[in-house]
């Protein structure tokens, strides 16, 4: 077979075996007995490291085995009528390929090794033989060709999307397989290059480049080379479900999603999203020292929106995130302090929202010390929904609480 090596070892010779590899829950053995598991062993082959550039197979060799990726990564591509290629797929570590050729006893793409690499190779006829045996070796055999089946009916509903929308998509379905496998989600290295992606997405490998500059200015990731950091995973999934990477309908607020409300009930009349809410009775949560530390926030806010308004330098607008910051830290102390005192059963996950929403606060405050455009409008756009998600959804929960309490004699 062209561009395959016969160096192949058994597995049993291995020091690491199925039941001991890191990838063993995303790959071939899962659900696999420990007896079934030792005879399985037996027919998997281990090939040697495959450099960056070499070829794994070559579309139109005969189909004998499927492989495993064990480290490193694959792209599969073919070549089209017009000698064109076409990249199809994207495979990492635990990740199964090959599986096209078992229907025209060919490899329909070829596989390329995209750094330094390694697989596990199982001949499919042995895993045939194998699978007679063994019911639920097959069965997850099924399941992963389910599973890639799956993959390439989204990555079709992704080409169907805004250019910004598939690159958003296309690396936010990476940080998840990257999170499956026990990696870094939001900060990994994109084995593809950007030719690769751009032909993968069917965009020009230009408009790749432009949106990757785009998205960084947008304060939507940080590139350096081929290494990414996804800073704003919120506004990425609202680009990829096709909202414009500067604005969204929706704001995230902690582990959770709130509505930036025009016509919320209890909301003062006439109030719309073009102004800054000031502080309202109609804010009130019943708990007098809340109730004061919302309106410190308000405050806080509202002298934002009219520097913002008054376009004043960024070094002022600093100061002013610097101090609500500072109080929110205070606020979420104190209203932690409170719900403790009153066994408020949902105080874990206010928790981790109040440190969430922090981090939040922090990074807006940070866009505005770099050179990031439209940094200014966006952090009034968090803050303004900010603080009426705060109030008007999740503390208001608290003032509910407390007075059902004091209903019951609590």
């Not at 005969?62 to 199809?88: D, L, M, P």
């Not at 209203?335 to 996950?349: C, D, F, K, N, T």
Request: aromatic share 8%; hydrophobic share 35%; charged share 30%.
């Amino acid at each position: 077979m062209t561009g395959r090596s016969t160096n192949v070892i058994p597995l049993s010779t291995r020091k690491v075996e199925c039941r001991d590899c890191t990838l063993f829950q995303l790959c071939l053995p899962v659900g696999v007995d420990q007896a079934d598991l030792d005879l399985l062993d037996r027919i998997i082959k281990r090939r040697r490291p495959v450099k960056r550039g070499e070829y794994l197979y070559r579309s139109g060799d005969a189909f004998e085995s499927i492989y495993a990726v064990k480290s490193g990564s694959f792209k599969t591509s073919y070549v089209t009528e017009e000698g064109r290629e076409q990249v199809t797929g994207l495979h990492l570590p635990g990740e199964l390929f090959g599986m096209d050729a078992i229907n025209s006893g060919r490899y329909c793409c070829s596989a390329l090794a995209l750094e330094r690499s390694s697989v596990c190779e199982i001949p499919f006829d042995r895993l045939e033989e194998l699978g007679a045996q063994i019911p639920s070796l097959m069965r997850q055999t099924v399941r992963i060709m389910s599973k890639e089946i799956l993959r390439d009916k989204r990555m079709m509903q992704i080409t169907k999307n805004s250019a910004p929308g598939r690159l958003a998509a296309f690396l936010l379905g990476l940080s998840e397989r990257f999170r499956e496998r026990g990696f870094a989600a939001q900060d990994y290295r994109l084995g593809m290059s950007r030719v690769d992606i751009g032909n993968y997405l069917g965009l020009a490998d230009e408009t790749v480049s432009r949106l990757f500059t785009r998205f960084q200015e947008e304060g939507l990731l940080a590139v350096e080379r081929r290494h990414i950091r996804l800073l704003d995973v919120p506004r990425l999934q609202a680009v990829a479900r096709g909202q414009s990477e500067r604005a969204s309908s929706k704001v995230y607020i902690g582990a959770g999603m709130y509505s930036k409300p025009s016509t919320k009930p209890g909301m003062p009349a006439g109030e719309d999203q073009a102004t800054f809410p000031a502080w309202d009775p109609a804010y009130r949560i019943g708990i007098d020292v809340i109730d004061r530390q919302h309106q410190r926030l308000f405050d806080i806010g509202h002298r934002f929106y009219d520097a913002c308004r008054q376009h004043a330098r960024r070094a002022r607008l600093r100061r002013i995130f610097d101090e609500l910051l500072e109080y929110t830290a205070y606020h979420f102390a104190e209203e932690e302090r409170l719900m403790q005192q009153v066994g408020y059963p949902s105080l874990p996950q206010h928790r981790v929202n109040h440190e969430e929403l922090v981090e939040l606060v922090n990074h807006h405050r940070s866009r505005l010390a770099g050179t990031a455009p439209d940094a200014e409008r966006q952090a009034l756009e968090f803050v303004r929904a900010w603080l009426r998600a705060h109030v008007l959804d999740a503390d208001k929960d608290i003032g509910v609480y407390l007075a059902s309490r004091h209903a019951h004699g609590g």
